[in-house]
């Protein structure tokens, strides 16, 4: 299926890997003309949840940082994999990896020491040689780069994740916002990762995209003013001692699973936008942190994860209460106060953080899209997602039936609807290519179209067909 997904979107310009005619790199994906408008529609949904929905702000910072940041935040001694080489081959591995290759059990939290012992405990030698594998260090996964020149040079990096820009400027939003909490600020853009061996496509990407929203509360106001519109929602839960519960919101909030409404809440907001995009509802379920996966200084970590039929489960949003210490951090390191005045109180807001990827929900949207049989292959995306909503097609290309069709074409541009015209092979032929991006209306313009301004609508998942008047078309969307 992950091939076959793959050679359509090679094909018809959803996605595939970047600088293809260098030998490409690991870990890289262009969005092609077709992916480029689904990912903005999927960007598009989630400000319409958040900054419309919610009120939240939307603000973009830069994807470089010095290296104050990253101190601060801890990631320049914690964000950090365990890395082997082989002495014969060079080939790098995760360390983890190959120690639960070969145990069968996760290992992703096992010290360096205990990742040596068991490589020489268990013989593990490289996978692709045999030769002899080098002790395990910690490597830090971010890009180094510097800004400016010579001796004036500033040491930074490219940012491994959206958060730590946003917190920066706290109290501006805070005098933005009228100084009211809660608040929440969204931030969309492009992170990078140096991962050692990027696997799986699109789901691990050295450059990647995020969409990272940070809600600053009182600490001692956790509550979700508008979870009753959430809370009967049903979910499979996986709680920190591995135990499956299948529940609604508010009896995992009753059975003391979640921590606090407003995690709550926003896993329910979370997986209420993944169906709305197009992602399989039924291979979500949410999955709690065990205490030593938690950042230590975090109360409650929750992931909602997709079980993929290729890819297995993927990680799609994380829900955490980071209390409040990104913000003291940053405020220790930079001297800048970060606290607030409040109903005669003063104390540092926490952070309720909820983190979206954009290229994994991305590759769900079209792995639960994608349907294939025996006569066609199509991709089932919701309007909302879907790259254009409706195709147009002259039925011949003489007596005045392009010029009819192409006048459809630019009235229905002119309305705002993401159209596409296309007047190349036959209408079979024309419809496959719609199907293969997901166009949910094709409308052909023939003969009769002529005499009394009808077209045929084409319904992509159903395949029925309708006679209906031009000026009719936008109400059948
Ligand atoms: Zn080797």
Redesign the pocket.
Known sequence: MYQEILKISKRRGLMYPSFEIYGGLSGFYDYGPVGSRIKQNIENLIREYYVLDEEFMEVECPILSPQDVWVASGHLDNFTDKLTE?V????PYRADHLVEDKLGVGCDHMSVTQLNDNIIKYKIS?P????RLDKVYDYNLMFKTYVGPGKYKVCSYLRPETAQSTYLSFKRYWEVGRKKLPFGVLQIGRSFRNEISPRKGMVRLREFNQAEIQVFVDPEAKNAPRFDELSSMEVDVLDGEDKEHQTTLSGAMDGGLIDNQLIAYFLGKSVKLFKEMGINPDALRLRQHKDDERAFYSSDTWDIEYLSPSLGRIELVGVSDRTDYDLTQHSKLSGANMQVSLDGRKFTPHVIEIAYGIDRPFYCVIESAFHQDDKRTYFSFPPKTAPYTAAVYPLVRKDNIPEKAREVYDNLREKGVMALYDRTGSIGKRYARADEIGVPYCITVDYDSLKDDTVTIRFRDSMQQERVKIKEIPSKF
Request: charged letters at 30%; proline letters at 0%.
């Open positions: 082989c014969k081959c060079g080939e490289c692709k040689c045999g030769g």
